[in-house]
């Protein structure tokens, strides 16, 4: 059965940080570009960072550069998302997201992160 898990969400205050994790069972994870997302109450989802299969490339949203970091370690199958000095604005629900070829697409059910003092 195909399976994305996010963990790591919580609460904390301003300026701190948390690092989220992906987990994949059910398909080969390396295979497949990997991509955080994040959707806050009353707006649309959005893209926050991506990683390439092999974690080559990546890319970030204006809003996280500096600030965030995605990586992955395909030996431990996980996908990290590092996030620093983090804003109330970046309170959100995260998602995982892994896609290969235009094919395969596979979500995660999210992990709730608040940013608040």
């Known amino acids: 059965q195909v399976q994305l898990v996010e963990s790591g969400g919580g609460l904390v205050q301003p300026g701190g940080s948390l690092r989220l994790s992906c987990a994949a069972s059910g398909f080969t994870f390396s295979g497949y570009a990997t991509r955080w997302y994040r959707q806050a109450p009353g707006k649309e989802r959005e893209l926050v960072a991506g990683?390439?299969?092999?974690?080559?490339?990546?890319t970030y949203a204006d809003s996280v550069k500096g600030r965030f970091t995605i990586s992955r370690d395909n030996a431990k199958n996980p996908v990290y998302l590092q996030m620093n000095s983090l804003k109330p604005e970046d309170t959100a629900v995260y998602y995982c997201n892994a896609v290969r070829g235009g094919k395969y697409d596979y979500w995660g059910q999210g992990t709730q992160v608040n940013v608040s003092s």
């Open positions: 990683i390439s299969s092999a974690g080559g490339i990546t």
